[in-house]
């Protein structure tokens, strides 16, 4: 069986980088930052896969965490990378990500 914590490890070190990235910025300067947008996504996608080779009971054992949430940004991100919509990555980055480190913190 896989070792989860080092998937939790990628989970939470992600979301500490995206945490630093748009510290102190505010939407439109997010919008106008390629460069951290394109950080911003890479962490988000990072969060993905690592969500996806959690283990099943894992997963279970902690069902107030947003799995599939977390997982579906990936392949929104991977998959419709043309359309993806930077309101939505925003909105993810600076409100759904502090809460999820709460949640992840847990885990650790």
Do not use: C
Not at 9 to 18: A, G, L, M, P, Q
Not at 26 to 50: C, K, M, P, W
């Amino acid at each position: 069986m896989k070792d989860d914590s080092i998937y939790i490890d990628h989970i939470f070190n992600s979301i500490n980088r995206i945490i630093d990235y748009i510290s102190g910025k505010i939407r439109e300067t997010f919008e106008s930052d390629q460069l951290t947008q394109d950080a911003v996504v890479r962490q988000l996608e990072v969060i993905g896969e690592a969500t996806n080779r959690v283990s099943k009971e894992l997963r279970l054992k902690n069902p107030d965490i947003p799995w599939s949430d977390m997982a579906g940004m990936r392949d929104v991100l991977i998959h419709d990378y043309i359309d993806v919509d930077l309101g939505v990555v925003w909105k993810t980055a600076s409100e759904d990500i502090p809460n999820l480190k709460a949640l992840i913190l847990r885990l650790q």
